[in-house]
């Protein structure tokens, strides 16, 4: 158990940014932190370090049903989508005439550690790509746009398994077909990348049902440490060059003396989440449901709930208070029972609507009173009750906000 969420005063509904470490998670850290040796010193202290860093291989490798020579560690989410963006690029600039683009298609609900690189290469005119629309209906990628935006050119697909801001789960393994066939089509070879941040612990995870080439596990998100980790399917077909050089760490693929106690708190993590995960996704998308089904009871049509009828990550609800006279950070500063997001957390500093929102189809009016609130594991009825509660006051009595409810929680209110 996480156990820092339940110090806190405030109900956390912030999971799809960050999580809390496990409590085994920081267990296993703390006690891995004793192998400080070099995992490459050719000594048994270093030899020992090496044993800690294979042993959460193997833990991340059962998570995602592949071999643990198929793992490899990296800092986080930002630097194994980088590198396989870079990788694709490269691997098309040694097969290609130097004076044609490489292509990438991609959605246009990625997160930004995909679309900002992708937009600065193709600005220094590197490269080419097809950012493919999704529907306004399902929040689904339009499966029709990226048949399309297939091409000769086309050397890496990537698309994410699940939105961070309106929880969709989207149909890699059918992406992952049609670049294949095109792959065929056009005599080349398609790489196929999902970024499954938001997906591993939530979902069942499974490369080989995927079909991709290229898994993203971001630890931070599963109740793990800030680092991550890039899954490649172990193919002579699946090219994979080093994104930084100097050693031999990862197998020749990524030099830097490895994060012993931080990879080990990543396996653990991938523990966790392969034993719990029936249980975890269940009691998650009850405590979900359930807050969705309050909020309907006591606002009605004040209230807007998108993408219901898709197949959704048990934890993530994306809420419109379209009703309600200001905008969702208005909103929020008026709440102080729980936290929540108007976004993905990378961009909730940012001024405007999310971007994600308004490429699902949604009016700016409505995307601008969006609210995501993401449950953990620890989330429960009890909760959500407080948390409606407090919303019910907002939405009602709009300035009064949180003080009115500590009145009406301390007895009769008048005056109102």
């Known amino acids: 158990m996480a156990w820092y969420i339940e110090e806190q005063e405030c109900t ?20 891995s932190i004793k192998f400080w040796a070099n995992p490459s010193s ?19 490798a059962s998570l995602l049903n592949v071999s643990a020579k198929e793992v490899f560690f990296t800092s986080g989410g930002t630097e194994s989508n980088h590198w396989v963006i870079y990788n694709a690029v490269e691997h098309f600039k040694e097969s290609h005439d130097h004076e044609l683009k490489p292509h990438v298609v991609t959605s246009s609900i990625e997160h930004p550690s995909i679309l900002e690189l992708l937009r600065s ?27 399309d935006a297939l091409c000769e050119r086309t050397v890496l697909v990537s698309v994410m398994l699940a939105n961070n801001e309106t929880g969709v789960i989207q149909p890699v393994a059918k992406i992952a077909d049609i670049a294949r066939q095109a792959s065929e089509r056009f005599n080349s070879r398609i790489l196929v990348h999902t970024d499954a941040a938001q997906a591993i612990g939530k979902i069942e995870v499974d490369m080989k049902v995927l079909k991709t080439d290229f898994i993203t596990v971001v630890g931070h998100k599963v109740y793990g440490p ?4 890039l899954v490649i ?37 991938c523990q966790i989440a392969s034993e719990r995960l029936s249980a975890n996704m269940r009691q998650m998308r009850h405590v979900r449901d359930y807050f969705e089904e309050q909020l309907r009871s006591i606002l009605g049509d004040a209230v807007r709930i998108h993408f219901t009828k898709s197949e959704r990550i048990p ?69 959500v009750d407080r948390v409606i509660n407090e919303i019910k006051s907002v939405c009602f009595f709009g300035k009064y906000g949180s003080s009115l409810l500590k009145a009406i929680n301390k007895g009769p209110v008048s005056g109102f």
């Open 315 to 383: 934890n993530t609800s994306s809420v419109s208070f379209i009703k309600y006279p200001g905008n969702a950070v208005d909103f929020l500063s008026k709440c102080k029972s729980f936290t929540a997001s108007t976004g993905a957390a990378c961009h909730a500093g940012t001024n405007g609507s999310s971007t994600v929102l308004l490429a699902c189809g949604l009016s700016e009016e409505v995307a601008c009173r969006t609210v995501r609130f993401s449950f953990g594991r620890e989330s429960s009825e009890e909760q």
């Open 121 to 147: 290469l193709q600005t220094k005119g590197e490269i080419e790509y097809t950012a493919v629309g999704v529907s306004a209906e399902t929040g689904i990628v339009e499966l029709n746009e990226v048949e």
């Open 12 to 31: 956390y509904l912030d999971y799809n940014a960050t999580t809390p470490l496990d409590k085994f998670v920081e267990d296993t850290i703390v006690n």
């Open 226 to 229: 800030r680092i991550g980790a």
């Open 42 to 60: 050719n000594n048994s202290l270093g030899r020992k370090a090496k044993e800690v860093i294979e042993a959460a291989r193997e833990r991340v």
């Open 233 to 269: 399917r172990n193919e002579k077909t699946v090219p994979l060059q080093a994104l930084f050089r100097g050693g031999f760490q990862e197998n020749g693929k990524r030099a830097g003396t490895e994060n012993t106690a931080m990879i080990a708190g990543l396996g653990a993590a």
